[in-house]
């Protein structure tokens, strides 16, 4: 199969580019820490309503992902409608966002239900973008194309961010006037920035039509069921699901609580907060870019699985940075600030590694209902990891909770290890026509 053109795969890549200014300034960034500091604001419990809440809030988005990830990849498959399914996601993420601008001190249920919303949206665009990929380009360059996504993806999101903390100033009840626009930035910059991946990206695929919504719903849940009794044959992209499962689940509860932790355990300056956006995102972009060019060299598996080890380093260095700030005489904030440069190598490369080996497993005739169940089993891993770490930060508070993430990465990396990418790629392409 041959590459597509530069000006596609840069389309493609800008709907990362484009939606991560919705993850850094809503999940988090900004609003994260606004809504379980201000807008709940239960200091005097140590937020731990605050933060169960938008455990809540994130969970249940990702529950309707799990619900309908995998019947709408399987539509789009049956009628080559991707981008309008990525269409209709695009616009759901970018009103829902604007709106978050109305919730105020208090406006607790208004704010969690656009969260609900907004990031039902955003969650399963993720799946929808990541069908295109296998069409791309052949097996073994997609880990540097998924990677090239995955970077630019991290240098929209400091753009994003770098305007919206000079704009808009720190997150606290004094200045809520100020940061309440955050919303509304958000899905501006979503907005422009997606406009490319529209004009660029080619929808490929025989498209099939049937008489009503109904019959289109009957044939995304008989090739879901068909595809659930398929997966023995597909035992090494079972396997991936699995691991994806428990690394996912970490990397949820890092991106959607690594600044509250900050700011509640750390209790860094407005200074180190801004500091250590940058680190991460610099950071991430090179671990995304790097990772993908070795994968291609190395193989998906190994890089992968390099990836996961390296979380749980990152994760037990987070846990350990108050003392550790005590042992070497130095300030735990700027400990953390080094150790946030650690998991920014891994944030963008073992999602860019992950989302590439199930495109090298995956048949392409099937992509988008495999990439469905892709998006199923890493915002099922959601729903446990913040739910999972919810209710044990209300029990142990949030320090040692965060243990958790190290065991999830470690059971995905015991999954992974059980592997075999050669074993995986042979199937997919044995089976690549046997489908329509």
């Known amino acids: 199969m041959k590459r597509a053109s530069s000006k596609e795969i840069f389309g493609w890549a800008m709907f990362d580019f484009a939606n991560q200014a919705y993850t850094l300034l ?92 907004s990031n039902f949206a955003y969650a399963i665009g993720e799946s929808f973008i990541a069908s295109f990929l296998p069409e791309l380009g052949p097996r073994e360059e997609l880990g540097w194309i998924s990677g090239f996504g995955w970077a630019l993806g991290y240098v929209g999101g400091l753009v994003a961010t770098a305007f919206a903390l000079v704009a808009l100033g720190e997150v606290s009840e004094e200045n809520f006037e100020r940061i309440r626009w955050v919303g509304p930035f958000a899905a501006v910059f979503f907005l422009v ?50 691991s994806v499962f428990f690394a996912m689940a970490g990397i ?63 994760v037990t260095l987070i846990f350990v940075t108050p003392w550790l700030g005590r042992f070497l005489d130095f300030e735990a904030q700027y400990v953390f600030l080094v150790v946030g440069s650690v998991a920014g190598l891994c944030l963008g490369s073992t999602q860019s590694a992950g989302r590439a080996l199930v495109g090298v497993l995956s048949p392409r005739s099937r992509a988008a209902e495999f990439f469905g169940f892709w998006g199923l089993s890493g915002k099922l891993a959601a729903i446990v990891g913040l739910l999972g770490l ?35 790629r042979r199937v997919a392409e044995a089976r690549e026509s046997r489908r329509g």
Not at 197 to 223: C, D, H, K, N, S
Not at 390 to 415: E, M, N, P, R, T
Request: hydrophobic letters at 55%; proline letters at 2%; glycine letters at 8%.
């Open 252 to 314: 949820y509860i890092i991106i959607s609580f690594t600044f509250i932790y900050g700011a509640q355990v750390i209790q860094w300056d407005e200074k180190v907060r801004v500091w250590m956006f940058i680190t991460v995102q610099l950071t991430a972009a090179v671990g995304a870019l790097a990772f993908g060019f070795l994968q291609d060299r190395v193989g998906a598996r190994r890089t992968y699985v390099a990836t996961l080890s390296l979380w749980v380093v990152a």
């Open 193 to 242: 920035a997606a406009i490319p991946t529209f004009l660029w990206l080619r929808e490929r695929g025989r498209a099939r039509r049937l008489p009503g919504l109904r019959q289109y719903v009957g044939i995304g849940f008989r090739r879901v069921r068909a595809t659930l009794g398929d997966l023995a044959h597909y035992r090494d992209l079972t396997i991936l699901m699995v």
């Open 390 to 424: 919810g209710f044990l930060q209300v029990l142990f508070g949030l320090h040692l909770s965060i243990l958790f993430c190290a065991l999830l990465f470690g059971l995905a990396l015991l999954a992974a290890l059980r592997l075999d990418e050669t074993r995986g």
């Open 26 to 117: 809503i999940i988090t960034v900004i609003f994260g820490d606004l809504f379980t500091r201000v807008i709940v604001g239960d200091a005097h419990s140590d937020y731990r309503l605050g933060n169960l809440l938008w455990s809540i809030a994130l969970a249940v988005s990702y529950l309707l992902v799990v619900l309908s990830g995998p019947v709408a990849g399987a539509i789009m498959d049956f009628s080559a409608a991707r981008k309008r399914f990525l269409f209709a996601s695009y616009v759901l993420t970018v009103v829902s966002t604007s709106l978050l601008y109305f919730v105020a001190p208090g406006y607790i249920w208004l704010g969690m239900a656009l969260i609900v919303v």
